[in-house]
């Protein structure tokens, strides 16, 4: 049995589905685990102590280990990437990142996204969207903004395949 390509992603998220003004709370969220912060942080080889030292953190006006940024930024990516992104062909770049609160060990993220802007693309089955995300924390502060613009799948010839 041959699985339909449209089978594999959602049927509202298409290019023409998304209106500008439109704002998405995604309904997952991530608890951030020191885990995913080390590993990520040493594996980009970034030597800053602020986020895999805790005894020196423990002097520092923070008096723990801060999440690396680009821990955040991806998370936060990641979890409206369901809403956002599953019929995206290509991701088109990142711009306006802010990160506007510390992220600690432990905080639970969670995503909004809204729709700024669409635009036909240079190819007939696609559009792009931009998107601009917001992450915050579980005492709803706002800890992450950035700005996203994505070449999606229009639905018509996609939904077919």
């Known amino acids: 049995m041959k ?3 449209s089978a594999l992603t959602g ?7 998304f209106t500008v003004g439109d704002v998405y709370r995604h309904v997952r969220g991530k608890t951030v685990e020191p885990l995913e912060n080390v590993l990520f942080t040493n594996l980009v080889m970034n030597t800053a102590a602020g986020h895999f030292d805790e005894h020196v953190m423990q002097t520092h006006p923070a008096g723990r280990r801060v999440v690396y940024g680009g821990v955040t930024i991806g998370l936060v990516i990641g979890l409206a990437t369901q809403d956002t992104g599953e019929n995206a062909i290509r991701e088109l770049g990142l711009t306006g990142i802010r ?8 905080d639970t993220l969670y995503a909004l996204s809204e ?5 036909d693309a240079d190819r007939d089955d696609a559009g792009e969207v931009l998107f601009r995300h917001y992450g915050i ?23 077919q395949r």
Do not use: C, M
């Open 99 to 106: 990160l506007t609160k510390s992220v600690f060990h432990g």
């Open 115 to 119: 729709v700024i802007e669409k635009r």
């Open 3 to 5: 699985t339909k390509l």
């Open 11 to 17: 049927n509202d998220n298409y290019f023409e589905d």
């Open 137 to 159: 924390n579980q005492n709803d502060e706002q800890v992450f903004q950035g700005d996203r613009r994505v070449l999606i799948k229009k639905r018509v010839p996609w939904a």
